[in-house]
């Protein structure tokens, strides 16, 4: 039987969040009812976690696992769990969990109304100063340059596998291709649900999203594509102004 939900956890160096990230997952998904499986992109660790995933797979049921050889970063991961999924709807959660593991319940409640169900996060009370200007920055520039009503842009969102696979993907090398989905998926008429979601913090690891050549990258990407979105059509979508 085709599995409900596809889960991709993207894995750099997630040694110490990894099998409770998985465990917690399952646990919650049984409790839902939700036929789900769970897709490990081990992306080029060095501290294990790629051993890890594979003892994980083995030992439970509806686990996968795919190995990069080098870290390529989230975006090439999530390319790799969509080429792979076999769900309905596949959801990104990092293996730091990222929320309280009761909010799956609203992405799975709001799914029969959307094509792309948006999480909201309500917290970040553990953003460092930079990390929070850098998302009010990325926030308010997409929201400008795109006309997107949407509130947040870079946390965790669960798609229609059909509908993301009807999008192409251009900007995977830098954080923007997360927005890059949710503003093709507007233009081509999707419908897009926010969900407000209680934001868990890391216990474990570090996050690298305020990278400086990550943001560079971040920068330069929704500037490419902003040009591209005004002078031509996109190749993948009936393009629209609105």
């Known amino acids: 039987m085709r599995p409900y939900l596809s889960v991709f956890i993207p894995a750099y160096n997630e040694a110490g969040s990894l099998a409770h990230c998985v465990e917690t997952i399952r646990s919650k998904m049984d409790e839902l009812h939700v036929h789900t499986e769970i897709l490990i992109v081990d992306d080029g660790s ?13 030992e439970c049921p509806g686990v996968r ?8 970063g989230i975006g090439a991961a999530f390319l790799t769990a969509l080429a792979v999924a076999c769900g309905e709807w596949l959801i990104l959660i990092p293996a730091d969990l990222a929320l309280h593991p009761d909010e799956l319940r609203r992405y799975i409640g709001a799914a029969p109304r959307a094509d792309i169900v948006v999480g909201l996060r309500t917290d970040r009370s553990d953003y460092t100063l930079l990390r929070c200007i850098v998302s009010w920055t990325n926030i308010r520039l997409i929201q400008t340059l795109f006309r997107m009503k949407l509130r947040q842009f870079q946390y965790i969102s669960m798609y229609r596998l059909e509908v993301l696979r009807a999008i192409k993907i251009e900007c995977w090398r830098s954080a923007f291709f997360l927005a890059e989905i949710l503003i093709k998926a507007r233009d081509r008429g999707y419908r897009l649900v926010e969900v407000e979601i209680r934001y868990a913090p890391r216990l474990t690891g570090k996050p690298s999203g305020a990278k400086a050549v990550l943001i560079l990258l971040t920068v330069i990407d929704i500037f490419r594509f902003w040009l591209s979105w005004l002078f031509r059509k996109d190749d993948d979508s009936s393009w629209r102004s609105s």
């Open 46 to 58: 060095t501290d294990g976690t790629g051993s890890l995933a594979d003892e994980l797979a083995r």
């Open 65 to 72: 696992v795919f190995h990069h050889p080098l870290n390529r």
